[in-house]
């Protein structure tokens, strides 16, 4: 029986991929920064563990319970929404403490047995924002940008111990609250500038006609991590949701 261990599987995409996992075999260590036993069915492949990708102790910890890791989801992520004179350092910093240097030292923390077994797969869920500019969301794309780079090059290095390693870009998902945290955040920073507020309105305008055909489903994730875990032929980057694929198409 294989093993995967998910990070930020308390909602959205790494919820939606710990069931699919569970559905069909496999041990899932669903990692989450508060951890809840009622957000999954109770299974003897189902370990539930603390797990906060900013905090080297947390890491450690869970990797410890989780034993053999066979695939590693980064998933656990942050978003945010402001032009780049509205981001402050704090926010930035943030954004890549949880978006690229979580990831990392994720990586860091299963590649050892990964090398010795010679065998493993590592997911990182990055973003179709990367695939198309869009406005308010540079400081954002920066993050997953760089994920995207450590991705690809990790790749080319692990490629000789036999680990492979993956892209999933995920769409625009209103389901999953991700755009309501980020919004939430914004306030607490005090909003948008008021230079931008057109831009602001605009953009929003645009997201609020998009149909739900349009944008992604947690299902459409859960999909595309199953493929980069389990197909040896799945392509470096996988686009997940509709919107994804009209942009990487």
């Not at 509205?86 to 910093?93: I, Y």
Request: glycine content about 8%; hydrophobic content about 50%.
């Amino acid at each position: 029986m294989k093993t995967i261990l998910i990070t930020g599987a308390s909602a959205g995409f790494g919820l939606a991929t710990a069931h699919l996992f569970l559905d069909r075999g496999w041990r899932v260590i669903a990692g989450m920064r508060t951890p809840r036993h009622d957000l999954l069915p109770a299974s003897d492949r189902l370990q539930v563990v603390a797990l906060d990708v900013t905090d080297q102790a947390s890491i450690k910890a869970a990797i410890e319970q989780a034993g053999p890791i066979d695939v590693l989801v980064n998933n656990a992520g942050i978003g945010w929404m402001n032009a780049v004179e509205g981001t402050d350092g704090e926010t930035l910093r943030a954004l890549f403490e949880t978006n690229i240097f979580g990831p990392t030292a994720l990586m860091q923390a299963v590649l050892p047995q990964m090398r010795e077994r010679r065998s493993g797969v590592i997911v990182n869920v990055s973003s179709s924002v990367t695939l198309k500019p869009l406005p308010l969301l540079s400081a954002y794309t920066a993050s997953k940008a760089a994920l995207n780079a450590l991705t690809e090059v990790s790749a080319l290095e692990l490629a000789p111990f036999d680990i492979r390693v993956r892209i999933v870009l995920p769409g625009r998902a209103p389901t999953t609250g991700f755009g309501d945290t980020a919004r939430a955040r914004i306030q607490q920073q005090g909003g948008f500038p008021e230079p931008y507020l057109p831009i602001v309105k605009a953009a929003f305008d645009t997201w609020a006609e998009e149909s739900e055909a349009e944008v992604t489903q947690a299902t459409d994730v859960a999909e595309a991590v199953w493929q980069a875990a389990t197909d040896a032929a799945a392509p470096m980057r996988i686009p997940a949701g509709a919107d994804a694929l009209a942009l990487a198409g």
